[in-house]
């Protein structure tokens, strides 16, 4: 039978999150139900119930990173035991027999993966509730294990802001020698900075703000170029292999690309909407690429948690109770955090 579940969420976009009651579904021999102690806060929340893409669904309960203690499984499970610490990231489902899932990337799953809210369940129809909430019920192949001795209080933004930086830094080989930039220094920014750092690379933050400079340098980062001093940014032509752009909003890219030496590539992982047109000279010469990330599949997720508890790598996180969520949007929305927000269950629901 369905179980009764609390959570806070919103029923309209111009309406602020409050709580709610729902029911979350019985366990199939392949899930496992996770009692909810920590969820972080991406901005993706903030734009999902806002509609701000488009496609919300309402009422929108929100949260794709998540971590937790297993309660209970299903008859199929072996990966999971109750009394595990597990986490849950953006996805909760897909098709598994793709031969995107069978890769392990089933983020682009041939029939869609199933999105941690928001989205329609593969098997029921009903939309998908996420992390905002006491409990949840997930395919026990898309449960993460955390490793053992992390902080679970820092863990949750991992489960999005860390794989999401962390997927083109593997997919592309940073390491030892690689001279990296990252631009913007905001949730995404400040865990490219950290794990580019602890490959072994040459991080340079790039920023508009030099109010930013000192705290990039205590983050990892080697240097720090201020984007809109031109005579900083000539003298910083053709000087990286790899920048990885974390920018959320339409940008011009030109200025960045002036950057990369020959063969650099440049991955944009934040800004989701249309983008103005860039020159193709600036391409064309010195063999420049561009090309975009998502968050990577589970078993690269899984790596990256795996990666982060040998090196010791946390977001940097401001942790808040689940009624001050409406204050947390609004600051969001001023880039008032350093650099997470993260949804502490033990104080109250």
């Not at 993706?44 to 119930?49: G, I, V």
């Not at 995107?100 to 809210?117: A, D, H, I, N």
């Not at 391409?283 to 589970?298: D, E, K, P, T, Y």
Request: glycine share 10%.
């Amino acid at each position: 039978m369905p179980t009764a579940a609390k959570g806070w969420g919103t029923d309209a976009p111009d309406q602020p999150l409050r709580p709610m009651n729902f029911e979350r579904r019985d366990l199939r021999p392949d899930d496992v139900a996770i009692k909810i102690t920590h969820a972080g806060i991406c901005h993706s929340d903030l734009h999902t119930a806002r509609n701000d893409w488009h496609g919300s669904q309402y009422p929108v309960i929100p949260g794709h990173e998540i971590v937790g203690t297993v309660t209970a499984i299903g008859d199929e499970v072996t990966r999971h035991r109750v009394g595990d610490t597990v986490a849950v990231g953006c996805m909760v489902d897909s098709c598994m027999t793709c031969d995107q899932c069978l890769e392990g990337w089933e983020v682009f799953c041939r029939e869609g993966c199933t999105q941690t809210y928001n989205s329609p369940d593969r098997h029921s129809g009903e939309i998908t509730k996420g992390g905002y909430t006491d409990h949840i019920v997930v395919r026990d192949h898309f449960v993460l294990k955390v490793p053992d001795g992390m902080d679970v209080a820092r863990v949750a933004p991992l489960l999005c802001a860390g794989i999401t930086t962390y997927s083109p830094l593997r997919q592309y080989d940073v390491g030892a020698g690689d001279k990296v930039a990252v631009v913007g220094l905001g949730g995404l920014g400040h865990m490219g900075v950290k794990l580019a750092a602890a490959m072994g690379a040459e991080v340079t933050m790039i920023t508009t703000t030099p109010e930013k400079g000192d705290d990039a340098r205590e983050l990892g980062a080697h240097d720090v170029i201020i984007s809109t001093d031109k005579e900083q940014m000539k003298a910083a032509a053709t000087r990286f292999d790899f920048i990885l752009n974390t920018i959320p909003v339409s940008h011009e890219i030109d200025g960045y690309l002036n950057l990369l030496g020959r063969s650099g590539r440049m991955v944009i992982v934040g800004a989701l909407n249309e983008m103005p047109g860039f020159t193709g000279a600036n391409l064309i010469w010195w063999n420049r690429a561009v090309g975009g990330s998502a968050i990577g599949g589970i078993p690269e997720t899984q790596e990256m948690l795996d990666f982060c508890a040998a090196k010791d790598i946390y977001p940097e996180c401001e942790h808040i109770a689940m009624s001050e969520v409406n204050e947390a949007y609004e600051r969001l929305l001023k880039n008032d955090v350093r650099y997470r927000f993260v949804i502490d269950m033990d104080r109250g629901l």
